[in-house]
């Protein structure tokens, strides 16, 4: 099924420890993003990718990194996890970067301890 | 700044009931505005897409409306189903000056639909 494939979907990290979200589409779309989705607020831009060798910070960008490996794929890098950085991290793909909406994945649910 | 507020927080109705949810912004200036519906650990699934020029956009039984005068949006679902039961999410965007669109998300309505 053509969409957003985000792994790992749960993840229990100690602080300080380092991991890297991977994320693929496979419907050719030219933009990707990484959001972080925390009870009570709304999602939250962290980098995104407006096409195949550009990123660029959102709202939200410290304490990651990001590597647009080709059009496809859009990892999500925390080098020193943060309890702070507990949060539900959703990637997303769009076509049409002014009326094109959003696909998401299902998400990666991170827990820092 | 620019913001995106929804009401109300959360909402309870037996099924088979009519609902709206409410979506405030104050984005300036405004492209267009998306209604999202996100169940339970997934992520959010587009539902409709409003540009300035559009008063009322329909989804099977959710239908969206749009008074950019008042920037006030709803979303009315009718005959709701237990299956509606997840989280409504009202995402605006902006026009940049430069560089790329802005989306703007607000919180969400969390709605329960109860048999």
């Known amino acids: 099924n053509a969409g957003v494939t985000q792994t790992p979907k749960f993840q229990v990290l100690k602080t300080g420890q380092s991991m890297t979200l991977q994320c693929a589409q496979d419907?050719?779309?030219?933009?990707m993003y990484w959001y972080r989705q925390d009870p009570g607020m709304g999602l939250r831009l962290i980098y995104y990718?407006?096409?195949?060798?550009?990123?660029d910070k959102g709202e939200v960008p410290n304490g990651y990194n990001v590597s647009r490996l080709n059009k496809r794929e859009f990892s999500l890098r925390l080098e020193s996890a943060a309890p702070s950085q507990t949060s539900v991290y959703f990637c997303?793909?769009?076509?049409?970067?002014?009326?094109?909406?959003?696909?998401f994945g299902s998400g990666t649910r991170l827990t820092v301890v | 700044k620019n913001q995106v507020e929804q009401s109300p927080q959360s909402l309870i109705i037996l099924e088979g009931k009519n609902c709206t949810l409410q979506c405030n912004y104050t984005v300036s200036p405004f492209s267009n505005l998306r209604w999202y519906k996100q169940d339970t650990g997934r992520g959010p699934v587009s539902l409709t897409i409003?540009?300035?020029?559009?008063n009322t956009k329909s989804n099977g039984r959710y239908t969206a409306t749009l008074d950019a005068d008042t920037k006030q949006s709803s979303l009315h679902i009718t005959a709701s189903q237990l299956s509606d039961s997840a989280s409504y999410i009202c995402v605006v965007s902006e026009i940049p000056t430069s560089g790329t669109y802005k989306y703007i998300f607000g919180t969400g309505t969390r709605l329960k639909v109860l048999a």
């Open positions: 419907m050719n779309h030219n933009s």
């Open positions: 990718s407006a096409s195949e060798g550009t990123t």
């Open positions: 997303a793909s769009s076509g049409d970067r002014v009326y094109g909406g959003y696909t």
């Open positions: 409003m540009t300035f020029s559009e």
